[in-house]
């Protein structure tokens, strides 16, 4: 059982309530807690409560404290205020009453809440007759929770399964005409194009439902303890046996039998939780986020936790959220783009070289090897959009790879995105953790394309690298989107320069333009002489 939040303070009385219900198996109870703190001095109360503070949050998501604090929390000036709203601020509590509460014009009773919203707050007029503290009355509500099953869609790719279906595929695209490219690339219309590719895959997608249907699996839901083996299964046993023996006699020498077979498992059961999570922690320990992840859920910190999307926003808001992002951006490039562009004009007093004899004006066909080594080095990763999974697309690639280099060669030549290539399955996720998942600018989208698409999208980016390489139109100083460069290169070619410099006593100004982030620049200034940096952003320049 998890140890429960200690409760005896001697700065303050507490009691602690947890409200769950039967089917919050799966989520953690809401702690309502009630407080009470005499007047007079107060140099235990901000460590003891902040104490108390730290041990509910890590126990529950959601936390009420309702009580008489005798803090004067509407002065401004009191100290013992001060430092209680700094700490309740700081542990991520909201203070909901704001009027006073007491006889003498004071805000001493107070709702602390934490990760639940508290609604139609009250403050009733004084009544003597009760008490000299006002009543106050609020509503929070809790969501009846229901705990669904996890739906699970899934093929059964048994090797039979799989063989089938490299027997019957090849046949059903050799009996499909549309694929017989007998005519030349240029004389198939953009909706022929994705007719062709609409048939093919649906071929595939249609075959594979024959072989193996995809199924509807339910989930239970289940506590995983991976390290509980055979070895402390027998432990238990043998505990919860002595147990039975002991409540059945209620000998002594039974109970301290049982009390010693049970200590005897709960450190079998430490040590073998132990030894799986440093096995797992040696296993990944080049992968920081997952290490970030493992240390945090250890610790119960809450941030570990993936927050959800809102149930208020909608897959139309997303949408309709980047798209009109997109289009602001556009707006703003086009409004500070010069309305006419003179190159190499003698007024301006620049030359511009251009050799127009170097120009990419069309794609050019690969061939089946060329194809079949693009496939075979991309991950294995499948989209909802693709029509069978990527694995065994792997797998019948020399049985149709003919077929699938018609497709690629027919967009490469015809100068046509299929449209079903241009469909992809997007997730939106949060920039980070901590920001709040109610905002829709906190999001990035993430857009997951069929692997189709994913090789066109190879095949063109191999031939753009390929003509600005061999006609030497990389900048020289490029390091993305180039083999061999990357992050590392341009730090270093950065770094070696800002040292050099200021080995020469030289001032370095370098220039940071982020793209994404509305065209923003900032200047950072190194002088040697001084030993300082000064940022300079888009203000400071026009100032």
Not at 37 to 48: L, Q
Not at 69 to 84: E, G, K, P, Q, T
Not at 160 to 177: C, L, R, T
Not at 271 to 290: M, Q, V
Request: glycine share 2%; hydrophobic share 40%.
């Amino acid at each position: 059982m998890d140890p429960k939040p200690k409760l005896n303070y001697n700065s303050f009385e507490s009691l602690v309530l947890s409200l769950s219900r039967p089917n919050w198996k799966t989520l953690q109870p809401v702690l309502f807690v009630i407080v009470y703190r005499a007047p007079g001095p107060y140099s235990d109360f901000i460590s003891e409560f902040s104490e108390f503070l730290s041990s509910l949050v890590l126990k529950s998501d959601k936390v009420i404290i309702v009580g008489d604090f005798n803090i004067h929390v509407d002065v401004d000036n009191d100290s013992l205020s001060n430092a209680f709203i700094s700490l309740i601020d700081s542990i991520g509590f909201c203070q909901s009453v704001n009027k006073p509460t007491h006889c003498f014009n004071h805000t001493l009773d107070l709702v602390l809440s934490y990760g639940i919203d508290i609604e139609h707050l009250i403050v009733f007029p004084h009544n003597p007759l009760l008490s000299d503290h006002y009543l106050i009355t609020f509503e929070f509500i809790l969501l009846d929770y229901k705990p669904l099953g996890k739906t699970s869609y899934s093929r059964c790719l048994s090797d039979s399964a799989v063989a089938k279906f490299k027997e019957e595929i090849p046949s059903v695209f050799n009996s499909m005409p549309c694929l017989n490219l007998t005519e030349s690339y240029n004389d198939f219309s953009p909706s022929e194009i994705d007719n062709l590719v609409d048939s093919a895959t649906g071929s595939l997608r249609s075959t594979l439902d024959s072989i193996a249907p995809i199924k509807r699996k339910l989930l239970k839901h289940r506590r995983l303890a991976p390290w509980y083996n055979h070895q402390t299964r027998q432990l238990k046993q043998i505990a919860r046996k002595s147990e039975r023996k002991w409540r059945s006699s209620k000998l002594s020498e039974y109970r301290s039998n049982w009390q010693d077979n049970l200590k005897i498992y709960r450190k079998a059961l430490r040590n073998a939780r132990g030894a799986f999570y440093s096995a797992l922690i040696e296993e990944n320990k080049n992968n920081p986020r997952f290490l970030f992840s493992t240390v945090a859920r250890l610790t119960e910190s809450h941030s570990s936790i993936e927050p959800h999307i809102p149930i208020n926003l909608s897959s139309n808001d997303f949408m309709s959220f980047f798209y009109n992002k997109i289009i602001t951006i556009r707006e703003k490039i086009n409004h500070q783009l010069p309305s006419t562009v003179i190159s190499g004009s003698p007024s301006s007093g620049t030359s511009v070289n251009v050799n127009l004899d170097n120009y990419l004006d069309c794609f050019s066909a690969i061939d089946l090897h060329q194809l079949t080594s693009i496939i075979s080095s991309s991950k294995p990763s499948t989209c909802l959009l693709d029509p069978i999974p990527t694995r065994l697309l792997k797998e019948v690639v020399p049985l149709i790879g003919t077929s699938l280099l018609d497709m690629i060669n027919l967009s490469l030549l015809s100068g046509y995105v299929p449209q079903s290539f241009k469909v992809a399955v997007i997730k939106p996720l949060l920039k980070k953790s901590t920001l709040d998942p109610g905002v829709l600018a906190n999001y990035r989208p993430i857009s997951n394309l069929p692997f189709l698409s994913k090789i066109l999208e190879k095949v063109v980016a191999k031939e753009l690298c390929d003509f600005l390489h061999n006609n030497s139109l990389f900048e020289d100083f490029q390091s993305g989107f180039r083999v061999h460069h990357r992050t590392e290169t341009a730090l270093v070619k950065v770094n070696n320069d800002l040292l050099t410099a200021s080995d020469n006593g030289l001032v370095s100004v370098l220039v940071l333009l982020d793209l994404k982030s509305w065209m923003t620049c900032n200047f950072l200034m190194l002088n040697s002489e001084k030993n300082e940096i000064l940022v300079l952003g888009p203000k400071n320049l026009r100032d």
